[in-house]
C-alpha cells in the first residue's frame, strides 16, 4: 500500500495544475470575467459568478460540466450585470432566449436554483462574499451556509456537498484554484466527491465498493482522510487527479489496487 500511496503522490503532482473547465480562460465560451484578476471588484462579482456556475454544475441537472459554463456565459450576455441580481422569472426569461443553443438535462431547475444563489449572496452576504467570508475560521463553517441556504447544494442530511465543496476549493486553494478567500486555510478542506473520485477510494479500500451508487457524507470523510495522508496541508489537491483516474476505472473489470496501478501506468 504504501508503494502505491507513493504512486498516487506522484501522480497527483502531475496532474494538479490543471485549470477547471468552468474558469479555464483559454476555453470557449470566453468568460465575462478573467478568473485570476486582482482588481477587488472583479473578484467580488467572479465570486458571486462562479457561485452561480457551481450550483448547476450537476449532471442530473445540465448534464455535461461544460453545459454549465455555456449556460452562464449565456446567462451573462442576456443580462449582463442583471445576472447578479436576477429572480426566478428573469432566469427564466433568459432559458428561453437560449433554448436553441443550449440543451440543459432538467432545465425546469435551473431558474429555482439561480435564484436562490442571488438571494443567498444579497440576504446573507450582502452582495460581497469576500468579505463574508470573513465571519468565518474554516471552509466548514462558510460550506454549512451554502449548503443549507442554496437549492442543491446539501440541505439533505448526509449529502456529500459536492458541489459546496468543489466551489469551495476554487475559492481557498491557490493556483491553479483561484483563492479568493486567502484568510482560510487549503489542510480544511474536503474532498468533492463524485462517482469517478470514489472509484478511486475503493481501489485503496477506503470505502466499499457497494456505497458508489450512494455516497455520503461519511464518505466524503474517509476519502479526505486518505487525502490528508498524501497532503496534510492541502488534500483537495486529489481532486481532480482523482477525478481522471476514476474516469480510466469506468472501464475496469474490478475496482482493486492492480487496477488502479494500471490506470496511473496508462496515463
Avoid at 502505491?4 to 480562460?25: A, C, G, H, M, W
Avoid at 448534464?63 to 455555456?70: D, L, P, Y
Avoid at 456529500?160 to 483561484?178: A, S
Amino acid at each position: 500500500m504504501d508503494d502505491l500511496l507513493s504512486r498516487l503522490v506522484k501522480y497527483v503532482d502531475e496532474n494538479s495544475n490543471i485549470t477547471d473547465l468552468q474558469f479555464d480562460p483559454q476555453l470557449h465560451p470566453p468568460l465575462p470575467y478573467n478568473p485570476y484578476s486582482t482588481d477587488p471588484s472583479v473578484r467580488r462579482k467572479l465570486a458571486h459568478y462562479l457561485l452561480l456556475v457551481a450550483s448547476v454544475d450537476e449532471g442530473n441537472v445540465v448534464g455535461a460540466a461544460e453545459n454549465a459554463r455555456k449556460l452562464m456565459v449565456g446567462c451573462y450576455s442576456l443580462l449582463k450585470e442583471r445576472l447578479f441580481s436576477a429572480d426566478q422569472s428573469t432566469f427564466l426569461g433568459a432559458l428561453e432566449n437560449m433554448r436553441m443553443k443550449f440543451k440543459a438535462r432538467d432545465s425546469s431547475r435551473i431558474p429555482s436554483i439561480l435564484e436562490s444563489v442571488n438571494s443567498f449572496v444579497s440576504c446573507q452576504a450582502q452582495d460581497d462574499l469576500l468579505s463574508y467570508s470573513k465571519r468565518f475560521d474554516t471552509p466548514f463553517e462558510f460550506a454549512e451556509q451554502i449548503s443549507m441556504n442554496i437549492l442543491r447544494m446539501g440541505r439533505t442530511p448526509g449529502s456529500t456537498r459536492k458541489k459546496t465543496w468543489m466551489y469551495m476549493r476554487w475559492m481557498v486553494r491557490g493556483f491553479p484554484d483561484l483563492g479568493l478567500f486567502d484568510h482560510l486555510h487549503p489542510r480544511n478542506l474536503f474532498v468533492p466527491l463524485d462517482r469517478n473520485v470514489a472509484r478511486v477510494a475503493v481501489c485503496l479500500n477506503a470505502i466499499p465498493e457497494m456505497k458508489l451508487g450512494s455516497l455520503t457524507w461519511d464518505d466524503v470523510v474517509r476519502v479526505t482522510d486518505l487525502a490528508r495522508r498524501m497532503f496534510p496541508e492541502d488534500p483537495a489537491k486529489v481532486d481532480y487527479p482523482f477525478f481522471l483516474l476514476g474516469r480510466k476505472l469506468r472501464r475496469s473489470p474490478t475496482l482493486s489496487e492492480t487496477s488502479l496501478v494500471s490506470a496511473i501506468v496508462s496515463n
